[in-house]
C-alpha cells in the first residue's frame, strides 16, 4: 500500500485537493492519503490529522499568534513522513506552512509535488530559491506562472485551472428553484456579498459590505444575499439576516444568477469573471497587516481575475478606500449601466482563455504518478 502525504491550509486547497485525489484514485485505487485539508478531502477517503478551519488564519498578526501551534503540527506531520516512510507528497498552495514544511521534509528519497503555486510573482520572490531547491516539481494553473518558473529554471508544468472543472461538473438548481427556495423576489436585482471563507476576513470586510448593500436599498430596487460557509458558527453571520439572506454552500447558484457583486479579492474573483458576474473587490484587513503587505506586494493588483487578465479590469477597494460610499458608487455603476457592465464581461470571456482546457486534475494526477 502507498501512502502519499497532502497538505491544503484553506477551502480553495481542499476542494482542489479533493478532486486531484478522486483522480489519483482513479489511476491507481490502492493509494492511501493522510494530512490537513478540509470535509471534501475527507469524503474522497483523505486520514485528516488536522482540518483546514484549525489552521486557516488571516494577517501577519494572526499568523505570528499561531506561530507555535503551527511549528508543532509540522513536527507532527515529520514523524509521521517518517514513520510511514513516505515518498511522495503534495502541497496546495498555503505558502507560508507549505514551502517551511518542504524544507523539513525534503529528502533524496522523495519526491515533493507543489500544486498552486504559491503567489510568488506578487511577494517573496526570494522564495523561488527555498522552490528551486526543495521542491520536485510545480503543477501550475495559469500560463503565466509556467513562463515565470522556467525562467527560474524550476520544473514547471501548466495543468490548466481546476476552477473550470468544477464549474463544468457541477449541478445547478434552475433559477426558479433556487429564488423559490430562499425566497427572493424575481422582479428584484439581486447583489451577492462573497466576504471570503477566513474567520478575520468576515469580520472585516462584511458589515462594511452589508451596510453598503443596505443603504443603496433604500434608493433602488435590490435585495441582498451573503454567500456563507458553514466552517463557522452561525453568529458570524445571523447579526446580518435582517438585511441579507445568509446562504450557505450556494456559492455557483449565487455568482450565476446574481445581478452584481461584492467579492473579497482571491480566487473568489476569478470565479466571478467566469460566470461573467460583474462586482467590486472590497478587501479588509488589520493596520499592521496592510502596512507590512503593501510593504511586500511588488505588484498594482490584488485580485487574481486583474492579474490574470494583467490589466485593472475589476474596481479594487482596499482598505481605506473600502468606503461605503465608494463601494456604493462602483455598485451602482455595476447595476445600471449597461456599456459598462458589457464591458467587464467582454474582458471576462478574454481570461477565460488564459486557464486553458478542462480537465487539471486529471493532468496534474498523471504528472504526480509518473
Same mark, same amino acid.
Given at each position: 500500500?502507498?501512502?502519499?502525504?497532502?497538505v491544503a491550509g484553506?477551502?480553495?486547497?481542499?476542494?482542489?485537493?479533493?478532486?486531484?485525489?478522486?483522480?489519483?484514485?482513479? #489511476?491507481?485505487?490502492?493509494?492511501?492519503?493522510?494530512?490537513?485539508?478540509?470535509?471534501?478531502?475527507?469524503?474522497?477517503?483523505?486520514?485528516?490529522?488536522?482540518?483546514?478551519?484549525?489552521?486557516?488564519?488571516?494577517?501577519?498578526?494572526?499568523?505570528?499568534?499561531?506561530?507555535?501551534?503551527?511549528?508543532?503540527?509540522?513536527?507532527?506531520?515529520?514523524?509521521?513522513?517518517?514513520?510511514?516512510?513516505?515518498?511522495?507528497?503534495?502541497?496546495?498552495?498555503?505558502?507560508?506552512?507549505?514551502?517551511?514544511?518542504?524544507?523539513?521534509?525534503?529528502?533524496?528519497?522523495?519526491?515533493?509535488?507543489?500544486?498552486?503555486?504559491?503567489?510568488?510573482?506578487?511577494?517573496?520572490?526570494?522564495?523561488?530559491?527555498?522552490?528551486?531547491?526543495?521542491?520536485?516539481?510545480?503543477?501550475?494553473?495559469?500560463?503565466?506562472?509556467?513562463?515565470?518558473?522556467?525562467?527560474?529554471?524550476?520544473?514547471?508544468? #501548466?495543468?490548466?485551472?481546476?476552477?473550470?472543472?468544477?464549474?463544468?461538473?457541477?449541478?445547478?438548481?434552475?433559477?426558479?428553484?433556487? #429564488?423559490?427556495?430562499?425566497?427572493?423576489?424575481?422582479?428584484?436585482?439581486?447583489?451577492?456579498?462573497?466576504?471570503?471563507?477566513?474567520?478575520?476576513?468576515?469580520?472585516?470586510?462584511?458589515?462594511?459590505?452589508?451596510?453598503?448593500?443596505?443603504?443603496?436599498?433604500?434608493?433602488?430596487?435590490?435585495?441582498?444575499?451573503?454567500?456563507?460557509?458553514?466552517?463557522?458558527?452561525?453568529?458570524?453571520?445571523?447579526?446580518?439576516?435582517?438585511?441579507?439572506?445568509?446562504?450557505?454552500?450556494?456559492?455557483?447558484?449565487?455568482?450565476?444568477?446574481?445581478?452584481?457583486?461584492?467579492?473579497?479579492?482571491?480566487?473568489?474573483?476569478?470565479?466571478?469573471?467566469? #460566470?461573467?458576474?460583474?462586482?467590486?473587490?472590497?478587501?479588509?484587513?488589520?493596520?499592521?497587516?496592510?502596512?507590512?503587505?503593501?510593504?511586500?506586494?511588488?505588484?498594482?493588483?490584488?485580485?487574481?481575475?486583474?492579474?490574470?487578465?494583467?490589466?485593472?479590469?475589476?474596481?479594487?477597494?482596499?482598505?481605506?478606500?473600502?468606503?461605503?460610499?465608494?463601494?456604493?458608487?462602483?455598485?451602482?455603476?455595476?447595476?445600471v449601466d449597461e456599456?459598462?457592465?458589457?464591458?467587464?464581461?467582454?474582458?471576462?470571456?478574454?481570461?477565460?482563455?488564459?486557464?486553458?482546457?478542462?480537465?487539471?486534475?486529471?493532468?496534474?494526477?498523471?504528472?504526480?504518478?509518473?
Amino acid at each position: 500500500m502507498k501512502e502519499i502525504l497532502i497538505v491544503a491550509g484553506e477551502v480553495s486547497g481542499d476542494i482542489h485537493g479533493s478532486r486531484l485525489v478522486d483522480e489519483l484514485l482513479k #489511476f491507481d485505487s490502492s493509494l492511501k492519503f493522510f494530512g490537513i485539508g478540509g470535509d471534501r478531502m475527507r469524503n474522497s477517503g483523505v486520514e485528516l490529522l488536522h482540518h483546514v478551519k484549525d489552521v486557516s488564519f488571516l494577517g501577519f498578526t494572526e499568523v505570528i499568534k499561531h506561530i507555535p501551534f503551527m511549528k508543532r503540527i509540522k513536527k507532527e506531520l515529520q514523524s509521521e513522513v517518517e514513520n510511514r516512510n513516505i515518498e511522495k507528497i503534495i502541497l496546495i498552495d498555503y505558502p507560508g506552512f507549505n514551502l517551511s514544511l518542504a524544507k523539513n521534509l525534503f529528502s533524496a528519497k522523495r519526491k515533493i509535488y507543489y500544486y498552486i503555486s504559491p503567489q510568488i510573482w506578487a511577494w517573496g520572490k526570494n522564495r523561488v530559491n527555498t522552490i528551486k531547491k526543495y521542491i520536485h516539481k510545480m503543477l501550475v494553473v495559469f500560463k503565466f506562472e509556467e513562463e515565470f518558473y522556467n525562467e527560474h529554471n524550476i520544473k514547471a508544468e #501548466f495543468v490548466g485551472h481546476p476552477l473550470l472543472e468544477s464549474i463544468n461538473d457541477y449541478q445547478f438548481e434552475s433559477k426558479e428553484k433556487f #429564488f423559490e427556495e430562499f425566497g427572493f423576489d424575481k422582479s428584484k436585482k439581486l447583489i451577492t456579498i462573497f466576504p471570503g471563507s477566513r474567520k478575520q476576513e468576515i469580520e472585516k470586510i462584511l458589515p462594511i459590505s452589508i451596510l453598503t448593500a443596505s443603504k443603496l436599498k433604500q434608493n433602488l430596487d435590490i435585495q441582498i444575499a451573503v454567500a456563507a460557509v458553514s466552517n463557522f458558527s452561525d453568529s458570524l453571520y445571523h447579526q446580518f439576516d435582517k438585511e441579507a439572506k445568509i446562504i450557505y454552500n450556494r456559492n455557483y447558484e449565487l455568482l450565476k444568477y446574481s445581478d452584481a457583486g461584492i467579492i473579497k479579492s482571491g480566487t473568489s474573483t476569478l470565479e466571478a469573471a467566469l #460566470f461573467q458576474l460583474p462586482f467590486v473587490v472590497v478587501y479588509k484587513t488589520s493596520r499592521l497587516s496592510y502596512l507590512l503587505g503593501k510593504s511586500l506586494i511588488k505588484i498594482d493588483s490584488i485580485a487574481l481575475a486583474n492579474i490574470v487578465s494583467r490589466k485593472k479590469v475589476v474596481k479594487e477597494l482596499i482598505q481605506h478606500d473600502a468606503s461605503v460610499e465608494k463601494i456604493s458608487t462602483e455598485l451602482k455603476k455595476l447595476l445600471v449601466d449597461e456599456k459598462y457592465r458589457e464591458t467587464l464581461k467582454r474582458s471576462f470571456r478574454e481570461l477565460k482563455n488564459e486557464l486553458g482546457e478542462l480537465g487539471a486534475s486529471r493532468r496534474a494526477a498523471e504528472l504526480i504518478l509518473k
